[in-house]
């Protein structure tokens, strides 16, 4: 397996997830200017991902702040945060980090400089191994909702490759297959940066779990011929009524689902969980180059000096979503009472 987020000391060392499938390259980065970098540029992508990669970066950033006292070192961690708060707006994961990375400062802060810099390093560590265990306590609630022979269509990637292991919506298949079941995945392309395409078809092939690859305009077709049984998708952030925000064109699939009667889940640890905001309206959607519609693989393919739009993200409403699957069980409708519940309990909500 690979891995997609490592720590390596004095780096921190990622997948380099613009280049695959074709190349499988890892890039170390040496200080916190490099990490953030690296998430702007989607190195590193995926909402846990970042999350995990920026606490990362605020621990490599302090150690290498050079700061003589606590004074100092504050000064430094609050420009780190800064810096990792501006690579993307819309997962939420990586709000949640950054505030986490925040609080176990003051915590340490007694203990004098040394205590924060260490103790930070070892929190930003502990979360990366607790994304993988998290994902697998998702996968093992998830399974349950996956029939034997299941036909599952997933959206973007939410892999292994978008966490720190194991996945959050392939996590919840992996954990299918490894409970015995057979499934095939059905993987939509994704444009306009082909995360279904390039990532989540790479995974699942190199874990020989069947996967078909389609174009993201071909997901009602075989929806209206009978072909595809549930849908499962990760989430950048989930509002506390239940509005599911994930990769553009999330919301095309769910409104496709329920008029074929097709269920429809989203598969995201609480940190996703976004319970200070009412709705999905209020879920900054990141627009990103515009590059990224007008060319494919440095091609232009549409012409020059036309209006382009590319939000990353949308907003898939509550009505439309079966269950949310958290690593704290199932949640369900209405989700502004569940939620709450589930994000503080180990029981199904
Ligand atoms: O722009 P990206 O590739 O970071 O978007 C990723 C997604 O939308 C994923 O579906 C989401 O982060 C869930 S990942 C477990």
């Given at each position: 397996m690979f891995d997609t987020i490592r720590w390596d000391g004095d780096a921190v060392v990622?997948?380099?997830?613009?280049?695959?499938?074709?190349?499988?390259?890892?890039?170390?980065?040496?200080?916190?200017?490099?990490?953030?970098?690296?998430?702007?540029?989607?190195?590193?992508?995926?909402?846990?991902?970042?999350?995990?990669?920026?606490?990362?970066?605020?621990?490599?950033?302090?150690?290498?702040?050079?700061?003589?006292?606590?004074?100092?070192?504050?000064?430094?961690?609050?420009?780190?945060?800064?810096?990792?708060?501006?690579?993307?707006?819309?997962?939420?994961?990586?709000?949640?980090?950054?505030?986490?990375?925040?609080?176990?400062f003051e915590e340490l802060s007694e203990g004098g400089l040394e205590a924060v810099v260490e103790g930070l390093e070892r929190e930003a560590v502990a979360m990366r191994a607790e994304d993988i265990d998290i994902n697998r306590r998702m996968g093992a609630h998830g399974a349950a909702l996956v029939p034997d022979g299941a036909r599952i269509l997933t959206h973007c990637n939410a892999g292994a490759l978008a966490t720190a292991g194991y996945g959050?919506?392939?996590?919840?298949?992996?954990?299918?297959?490894?409970?015995?079941?057979?499934?095939?995945?059905?993987?939509?392309?994704?444009?306009?940066?082909?995360?279904?395409?390039?990532?989540?078809?790479?995974?699942?092939?190199?874990?020989?779990?069947?996967?078909?690859?389609?174009?993201?305009?071909m997901a009602g077709h075989f929806m209206a011929r009978g072909e595809i049984d549930l849908v499962i998708t990760g989430s950048d952030r989930i509002a506390?009524?239940?509005?599911?925000?994930?990769?553009?064109?999330?919301?095309?699939?769910?409104?496709?689902?329920?008029?074929?009667?097709?269920?429809?889940?989203?598969?995201?640890?609480?940190?996703?969980?976004?319970?200070?905001?009412?709705?999905?309206?209020?879920?900054?959607?990141?627009?990103?180059?515009?590059?990224?519609v007008s060319h494919f693989q440095g091609v232009r393919v549409a012409p020059e000096g036309i209006t382009i739009r590319n939000p990353a993200f949308d907003v898939t409403p509550n009505a439309m979503v079966t269950a949310i699957i958290c690593e704290n069980g199932i949640a369900r409708a209405p989700y502004s009472e569940t939620l709450r519940r589930i994000a503080k309990s180990e029981q199904a909500a």
């Open positions: 990622l997948i380099d997830q613009r280049y695959l499938p074709v190349k499988e390259d890892y890039l170390a980065c040496r200080d916190a200017g490099a990490v953030a970098s690296a998430i702007t540029d989607m190195v590193v992508r995926g909402a846990p991902a970042i999350g995990v990669t920026a606490a990362l970066g605020i621990a490599l950033g302090l150690k290498q702040s050079g700061a003589k006292d606590l004074e100092s070192l504050r000064e430094r961690m609050e420009e780190v945060c800064a810096l990792m708060a501006g690579t993307r707006p819309t997962a939420v994961n990586l709000f949640w980090a950054i505030d986490r990375m925040k609080r176990r959050t919506a392939l996590g919840m298949m992996r954990a299918a297959v490894e409970a015995g079941k057979k499934i095939e995945v059905i993987a939509d392309e994704t444009r306009p940066f082909l995360q279904g395409a390039r990532l989540t078809a790479w995974e699942l092939e190199r874990d020989n779990i069947p996967v078909t690859l389609i174009t993201d305009n506390s009524n239940g509005d599911v925000c994930n990769k553009i064109g999330t919301y095309s699939v769910a409104v496709l689902a329920k008029e074929h009667g097709i269920p429809f889940y989203a598969v995201a640890p609480v940190s996703t969980f976004d319970l200070s905001i009412a709705s999905g309206k209020e879920i900054p959607i990141e627009e990103r180059p515009l590059e990224e």
